[in-house]
């Protein structure tokens, strides 16, 4: 069985002053932070007003390359963040190897004058371009901002694989939560509904991601077969018939040409995305039903009045008459007050050059692959017969070199007979956990509510898509589905951000020393 991970950490966090400092700050309401005297009317807004300064939707439309083609970031970045190319003398601002594969993509503009609506989506990842899209579809007039570019933050750098699963809870922390039913939704609503739902949009706005299906969970040690088992089990009784387990001997003839697995859970629902693509794919598509998107538009803070939500930002305001939603990941204690529920946390993807082999050599069936290491390891094939290789989660963001080096290790770890692998492009990026393991979902009791999503943990790309049409169905009406999230109890972190580079390191340490221990049990950070 796996080791109970939440319930260490949290362990760990009282351990190292997270509860002495809870009882020593005071908890304020969720829009405690109060604006400035609004100078002015507000301007009435139109449904088919363009979005930002771009008059052409269908230039917003994704499109792929062949293969990357090194240049220069357009993206602003969080300074905490970087991206690595080899040729670094040549370009000092280097593209991702996500935005170097995708044409060009011009920026929205700034919000430039005070404007009336019925939703504000601050931010522009995944989670606000997906509520938006859904509020558009329903009829409701959406402002978006996001304080740097669409696809700045995680979810245009991440490792773009589909697993299900809200955050790291499983079918088996959901069976231990909830009732059966309850339980079974919950699943269906993190698996199957999220995996179809980016399938759908893509197909009904006519965008591409290169999606593509099955992912496969690698045993790294015997041990942790029976967890995998567990795992399948537990999916099996929800109704989820879509992954089976298999061993060391089919693994490697057709999945994985690697000889330090021994089984793995192959799931048939999950698979992998560009999520970049994926992401301007959902912000064409909101654009395109007369949404307006302004990017370089950061918001500085939130109140409310009798009758509407006032969204101050750093060239105007916003006063939305129904909903505030906040799609901003990791910062959302910069809207908030009082103790967070988050602690922040970097990781890191890398890309080879083109390989000199026919990358089905390493990996025949082309599924996208996580391992169960403490560490985990996570990897897959993409364009231009390129490998794409990811992991480590850190305190404090690691430079290139040491980012490099690691990766580069694991893999040739993972593929001995991979001849001096390289890397072409590398990037951080950065995540945020919860001590339970699940997402933290929450909806203010304001007159005009106050959406919130965080805590992913570094899984979440389709659950994300499909928490931004929960936030939709929920505003209009439709179900109770986000009601389900909200009733996940989580534990307050004072100082997430502060406690973050102290934390990672004790926690990982721990486990590393309890995994030296007993390594049959499973424990991933």
Not at 372 to 387: E, H, P
């Amino acid at each position: 069985m796996t080791m109970n991970r939440r319930a260490f950490i949290s362990n760990a966090a009282t351990l190292t002053g997270a509860g002495a400092l809870a009882s020593m700050l005071p908890t304020t309401s969720l829009l405690a932070q109060t604006l400035k005297t609004v100078d002015g009317p507000a301007v009435n807004s139109t449904a088919n007003a363009i979005i930002g300064t771009n008059a052409n939707v269908n230039s917003l439309r994704p499109r792929l390359l062949q293969d990357a083609q090194h240049r220069s970031s357009r993206l602003g970045l969080d300074h905490r963040i970087w991206n690595w190319h080899r040729d670094m003398a040549a370009i000092s601002k280097p593209a991702n190897y996500y935005e170097a594969v995708l044409a060009d993509w011009s920026p929205f503009g700034n919000f430039t004058r005070d404007q009336n609506c019925e939703v504000v989506v601050v931010g522009g990842g995944l989670l606000g371009a997906s509520t938006a899209l859904h509020l558009a579809e329903a009829g409701v007039d959406v402002i978006l901002v996001e304080k740097d570019n669409i696809g700045s933050g995680a979810s245009g750098r991440n490792g773009g694989q589909l697993t299900p699963g809200i955050a790291r809870w499983s079918a088996e922390n959901m069976l231990e939560k909830f009732s059966f039913d309850e339980a079974k939704r919950l699943w269906r609503l993190a698996s199957i509904e999220s995996m179809e739902l980016v399938d759908e949009l893509s197909e009904r706005y006519s965008f591409e991601c290169d999606r593509k299906y099955g992912h496969l969970t690698a045993a790294v040690h015997p041990g942790h077969m029976g967890s995998l088992v567990a795992d399948a089990d537990a999916r099996r009784q929800l109704g989820d018939t879509a992954v089976k387990v298999i061993g060391r001997y089919e693994l490697q003839e057709e999945y994985v040409h690697s000889e330090i697995y021994h089984g793995a859970n192959i799931d048939n629902i999950g698979g992998q995305v560009q999520p970049l693509a994926l992401l301007r794919g959902l912000a064409y598509s909101f654009a395109s039903l007369g949404g307006r998107i302004y990017d370089g538009t950061k918001v500085n803070s939130i109140k409310q009045d009798a009758s509407d939500a006032i969204i101050e930002t750093e060239r105007g305001v916003i006063r939305a008459s129904k909903a505030v939603v906040l799609g901003v990941h990791g910062s959302t204690d910069e809207f908030i007050s009082g103790a967070s529920t988050t602690v922040p946390f970097f990781t890191y993807v890398a890309v080879t050059p083109p390989l000199p082999m026919d990358i089905k050599e390493l990996i025949p069936s082309g599924f996208p692959i996580y391992d169960t290491q403490l560490q985990i390891d996570y990897y897959r094939a993409v364009r231009g017969n390129r490998l794409l290789f990811g992991g480590q989660g850190t305190g404090n963001s690691w430079a290139p070199r040491d980012v490099n080096n690691y990766l580069l290790d694991r893999i040739r770890t993972v593929f001995p007979y991979l001849e001096k692998p390289e890397l072409e492009y590398s990037w951080g990026g950065i995540s945020d956990l919860t001590l339970n393991g699940a997402t933290d979902a929450r909806k203010s009791d304001d007159n005009v509510p106050v959406y919130m999503v965080h805590g992913w943990s570094g899984h979440g790309v389709a659950q994300t898509v499909r928490i931004g049409k929960a936030i939709s169905d929920d505003l209009t009406g439709r179900n109770h589905d986000f009601s389900m999230l909200t009733s996940i109890d989580h534990s307050n972190i004072p100082l997430g951000s502060y406690f973050s580079p102290v934390a990672i390191p004790l926690i990982k340490g721990a486990l590393g020393v309890m995994s030296t221990f007993n390594p049959a049990e499973m424990v991933s950070f």
